[in-house]
Nanobody, 126 residues
Framework: QVQLVESGGGSVQLGGSLRLSCATS????????MGWFRQPPGKEREGVAT????????YFIDSVKGRFTISQDNAKNTVALQMNSLKPEDTAMYYC???????????????????WGQGTQVTVSS
Protein backbone atom coordinates (compact mmCIF):
# COMPACT_ATOMS: atom_id res chain seq x y z
CA GLN A 1 0.00 0.00 0.00
CA VAL A 2 1.08 3.57 -0.62
CA GLN A 3 -0.42 6.89 0.37
CA LEU A 4 0.04 10.02 -1.74
CA VAL A 5 -0.34 13.67 -0.79
CA GLU A 6 0.14 16.49 -3.31
CA SER A 7 1.16 20.02 -2.46
CA GLY A 8 2.57 23.12 -4.13
CA GLY A 9 -0.31 24.29 -6.28
CA GLY A 10 -1.30 27.91 -6.56
CA SER A 11 -1.92 30.83 -8.89
CA VAL A 12 0.76 32.31 -11.14
CA GLN A 13 0.95 34.54 -14.18
CA LEU A 14 1.95 33.55 -17.69
CA GLY A 15 5.61 32.51 -17.72
CA GLY A 16 5.76 31.76 -14.02
CA SER A 17 6.87 28.60 -12.26
CA LEU A 18 5.48 26.20 -9.70
CA ARG A 19 6.88 23.09 -8.09
CA LEU A 20 4.42 20.37 -7.17
CA SER A 21 5.37 17.70 -4.69
CA CYS A 22 3.92 14.25 -4.13
CA ALA A 23 4.78 12.87 -0.71
CA THR A 24 4.59 9.10 -0.50
CA SER A 25 4.26 6.87 2.52
CA UNK A 26 3.62 3.22 3.17
CA UNK A 27 5.41 0.80 0.84
CA UNK A 28 8.15 3.24 -0.12
CA UNK A 29 10.74 0.46 -0.49
CA UNK A 30 9.00 -0.83 -3.63
CA UNK A 31 9.29 0.67 -7.11
CA UNK A 32 6.30 2.14 -8.93
CA UNK A 33 5.36 4.08 -11.99
CA MET A 34 4.55 7.51 -10.59
CA GLY A 35 2.40 9.70 -12.77
CA TRP A 36 1.23 13.29 -12.78
CA PHE A 37 -2.19 13.87 -14.31
CA ARG A 38 -4.24 16.99 -14.79
CA GLN A 39 -7.84 17.83 -15.49
CA PRO A 40 -8.46 21.28 -16.98
CA PRO A 41 -11.84 22.91 -16.38
CA GLY A 42 -14.46 21.36 -18.63
CA LYS A 43 -12.07 18.77 -20.06
CA GLU A 44 -11.11 15.16 -19.47
CA ARG A 45 -8.22 14.00 -17.30
CA GLU A 46 -4.92 13.64 -19.14
CA GLY A 47 -1.52 12.26 -18.28
CA VAL A 48 1.31 14.79 -18.03
CA ALA A 49 4.46 12.95 -16.98
CA THR A 50 5.68 9.71 -15.46
CA UNK A 51 8.75 8.50 -13.65
CA UNK A 52 9.77 4.94 -12.89
CA UNK A 53 11.07 5.12 -9.33
CA UNK A 54 13.26 2.08 -9.89
CA UNK A 55 14.97 3.05 -13.14
CA UNK A 56 14.46 6.85 -12.92
CA UNK A 57 13.25 6.88 -16.53
CA UNK A 58 10.83 9.69 -17.36
CA TYR A 59 8.19 10.54 -19.93
CA PHE A 60 6.43 13.79 -20.84
CA ILE A 61 3.60 14.64 -23.16
CA ASP A 62 4.62 16.88 -26.05
CA SER A 63 2.86 19.97 -24.76
CA VAL A 64 5.06 20.16 -21.64
CA LYS A 65 8.40 18.92 -23.00
CA GLY A 66 11.14 21.41 -22.26
CA ARG A 67 9.03 23.16 -19.64
CA PHE A 68 8.24 20.49 -17.04
CA THR A 69 10.59 18.18 -15.16
CA ILE A 70 9.65 15.18 -13.05
CA SER A 71 12.06 13.86 -10.44
CA GLN A 72 12.35 11.96 -7.21
CA ASP A 73 14.35 13.16 -4.23
CA ASN A 74 17.39 11.45 -2.75
CA ALA A 75 15.32 9.64 -0.14
CA LYS A 76 13.07 8.15 -2.87
CA ASN A 77 9.93 9.06 -0.99
CA THR A 78 8.80 12.21 -2.79
CA VAL A 79 8.16 12.93 -6.45
CA ALA A 80 8.24 16.48 -7.76
CA LEU A 81 6.89 18.12 -10.88
CA GLN A 82 8.78 21.32 -11.67
CA MET A 83 6.68 23.46 -14.00
CA ASN A 84 8.35 26.38 -15.77
CA SER A 85 7.18 28.80 -18.45
CA LEU A 86 3.60 28.16 -17.45
CA LYS A 87 0.79 28.89 -19.87
CA PRO A 88 -2.93 29.44 -19.29
CA GLU A 89 -3.62 26.06 -20.88
CA ASP A 90 -1.70 24.46 -18.00
CA THR A 91 -4.51 25.49 -15.66
CA ALA A 92 -5.95 22.33 -14.12
CA MET A 93 -6.34 20.23 -11.04
CA TYR A 94 -3.14 18.20 -10.82
CA TYR A 95 -3.08 14.69 -9.37
CA CYS A 96 -0.27 12.38 -8.36
CA UNK A 97 -0.81 8.67 -8.93
CA UNK A 98 1.06 5.41 -8.48
CA UNK A 99 0.75 2.18 -10.43
CA UNK A 100 2.68 -0.84 -11.62
CA UNK A 101 6.01 -0.17 -13.28
CA UNK A 102 4.93 -1.42 -16.70
CA UNK A 103 2.83 1.72 -17.09
CA UNK A 104 6.07 3.69 -17.43
CA UNK A 105 7.33 1.48 -20.26
CA UNK A 106 4.48 1.72 -22.75
CA UNK A 107 0.89 2.79 -23.21
CA UNK A 108 -0.67 4.21 -20.08
CA UNK A 109 -3.88 5.73 -18.84
CA UNK A 110 -5.21 7.07 -15.58
CA UNK A 111 -7.57 4.09 -15.47
CA UNK A 112 -4.70 1.72 -14.64
CA UNK A 113 -3.10 3.64 -11.78
CA UNK A 114 -3.90 2.19 -8.38
CA UNK A 115 -3.25 4.95 -5.87
CA TRP A 116 -4.18 8.62 -6.08
CA GLY A 117 -3.61 11.78 -4.14
CA GLN A 118 -6.27 14.37 -3.40
CA GLY A 119 -5.18 16.83 -6.08
CA THR A 120 -3.80 20.36 -6.05
CA GLN A 121 -5.06 23.28 -8.12
CA VAL A 122 -2.82 25.13 -10.58
CA THR A 123 -4.10 28.34 -12.12
CA VAL A 124 -2.16 30.33 -14.73
CA SER A 125 -3.39 33.79 -15.70
CA SER A 126 -2.60 35.43 -19.03
Amino acid sequence: QVQLVESGGGSVQLGGSLRLSCATSGDTDSSYCMGWFRQPPGKEREGVATIDTGSDSTYFIDSVKGRFTISQDNAKNTVALQMNSLKPEDTAMYYCAAGPRYLCAGRWSWQFFTYWGQGTQVTVSS
